[in-house]
């Protein structure tokens, strides 16, 4: 990189619309961590040819590194599609999946890995990201739901899955009767 970096910089003084040197160089100042260097590199290489795909997805990454999550989720988002197999596929799911995380769109994260699942599905650092974002989604859908029908059978329903799974079968049993008592119809009871 050290003797390539200034070769491909003098081919881009010559002619800047060379898409090659123009990836090639940006490829190189990311792996470096120059992040703020490569991005004018990968988005001119992108934006001559859309189709670079693992161009798109470093040039987003640099973009996450720096913190600009507009242009970093734009790129990531439309590269990631295109990334099966490929080892940028982890760095780029894990980015959005913290965009989207920080956002508070936790649907959109656990695609997202769901999505990474299927192509890596005994990875142990997806599969707990995709169990926290799960287990995410579960409380923030019974919060939903304690807050804006607390006396409803769902709601009982649910207190009583809780009070199941940590073992305190009496105060379930109460909450599936309540359940029952409000609505004997409601599925899985």
């Known amino acids: ?37 490569a991005v004018p ?3 001119i290489a992108v934006k001559s040819q859309p189709s670079l795909w693992k161009i798109q997805a470093l040039l987003g990454l640099a973009e996450h590194h720096l913190k600009d999550g507009n242009e970093a989720l ?3 988002e439309s590269a990631l599609p ?8 982890l760095p780029v799911g894990n980015a959005l999946i913290d965009i989207y995380t920080a956002a508070g769109d936790l649907e959109k994260a656990s695609g997202v890995a769901s999505g990474m699942l299927e192509s ?6 997806l599969l707990l ?11 923030q859908s019974m919060l939903t739901l304690a807050v804006s029908a607390p ?16 073992g305190d079968w009496a105060a ?18």
């Open 1 to 37: 990189p050290d003797l390539a970096i200034p070769e491909f910089e003098a081919a881009l003084a010559l002619d800047p619309t060379n898409l090659d040197a123009q990836a090639n160089l940006g490829v190189l100042l990311y792996f470096r961590g120059e992040f703020a260097k």
């Open 74 to 76: 734009t790129d990531l």
């Open 41 to 43: 590199h990968l988005r």
């Open 82 to 89: 295109h990334l099966k197999g490929e080892k940028v596929q």
């Open 151 to 166: 006396q409803s059978a769902e709601s009982h329903q649910v207190m009583a899955i809780e009070l199941s799974r940590r």
């Open 172 to 189: 379930a049993l109460s909450n599936y009767r309540e359940a029952i008592r409000i609505n004997p119809k409601l599925p899985g009871l």
């Open 129 to 139: 990201t995709s169990y926290r974002l799960s287990s995410d989604l579960a409380n």
């Open 120 to 125: 890596n599905p005994t990875d142990p650092t």
